[in-house]
């Protein structure tokens, strides 16, 4: 072998052993170039992918559903929801379709709203207990995400609960096994969860939220139908726009993807929140102008069926959306107010607990966080402000003034829909912060697509700055 073959053969050797054992740092090994003799290490990603359930949307669909269950060839199908739901038409609906096309199933209307590990493991335990060969979710997001967990851990019964769970709280290992088939109907028009592979929940010993994300878990189909939406009180509608409206907001500003870390040494490892990308982008915009045009229209008129269906659509775009570019800090910082809540009642939830509804949760430090990231990327911020329609010319606006100016178009948006003043009208003084502080801390893989760094002050300041809204 001449001396150059002899070289590039022994480069290659060595890049195939780099790339069966991945450098320090999980950086991507790459060749220069064919017949190159070097190769060179990169840092951060340099790919996105997308991924998205079949969608589909229709007055009064859900009576398909039955004629879609005999066509995976289901012989016994466990149908989840909540106590609420299971008296009302959209559960109604369902199972008639299921009963016209003899569809054997059970029901499990156990679902806790805003739910929790110990919520997720009874329903795992129901979901063990039989041999289901498809599951269908009724239900907001707490209901799918539920039922998605049901689904991974009845197919991987030797699993721990915290295997698949994302680190630092769980161990965050790769889903390989086939999961079953999961239709996902969706009553609210928010969470966006009948497209994306995330599952959230409370995770009580530490007072936070965490969740399982992997495209392994996302639903097979989801059928949206408007109809369903009519059935949401207002504040519900609310809070679930709220979602939608954040959803789209930090999907758009968040960290790049070709800027996130590290690069994935297998593509198995490239994570579902990739960073913003020119594909989520077109999503996340679409979603915001639906919520500028019809989300005020759809809370004050429940009969309103133009504008809840909108509202609909919307969040599957912000799904769509955010389910591959990801969320960051009013996410990330949602989840200790949503699980450290002490007393507060949420107006229009049918819920013996006490709440912070997630959109409502996500929504009060959105002023603050934005305010915060639009030094970034202050052209998105401003674009945001000009189309939740009170910053006429964004051309007029220096630069420097994107984040003061989406964050008071923002609170005159919170305002006008009756929003709650803060933090503290949930029940929060500034004695809390450090514990909030403390649980947005596990929350990495949604803070860490924040495109701006921030430290543990950061986020002091800004749980601060959201005691009061007005």
Known sequence: MAGRDRVVHLLRQLERALIGTPPAGDQCVFPAGAGAATCTVRKTDYAFEMASSNIRYGEGVSREIGMDLQNLGARNVCLMTDKNLSLLPPVKAVLESLAKNGVKYKVYDSVRVEPTDASFKEAIAFAKNDSFDVFVAVGGGSVIDTCKAANLYACHPGADFLDFVNAPIGKGKPITGALKPLIAVPTTAGTGSETTGVAIFDFEPLKAKTGIASRAIRPTLGIVDPIHTLSMPERVAANSGFDVLCHALESYTALPYNQRSPCPPNPINRPAYQGSNPISDVWSRHALNVVAKY????????????????????????GIGFGNAGVHLCHGMSYPIAGNVKTHSAMGYSVEHPLVPHGLSVVLTSPAVFNFTAPMCPERHLEAAETLGTCADVRQVKREDAGAVLADTLRNFLFELRVEDGLEA???????????????????????????EHTEEDLSRLFEASMKLY
């Not at 759809?298 to 809840?308: K, T």
């Open 295 to 318: 989300m005020k229209r759809a809370v004050r008129d429940p009969e309103d069926l133009e504008a809840r269906s909108s509202m609909h659509l919307a969040s599957v775009f912000a």
């Open 426 to 452: 949930v029940g929060y003084t500034k004695d809390d912060i450090p514990a909030l502080v403390k649980g947005t801390i596990p929350q990495e893989r949604v803070t860490k697509l924040s495109p701006r």
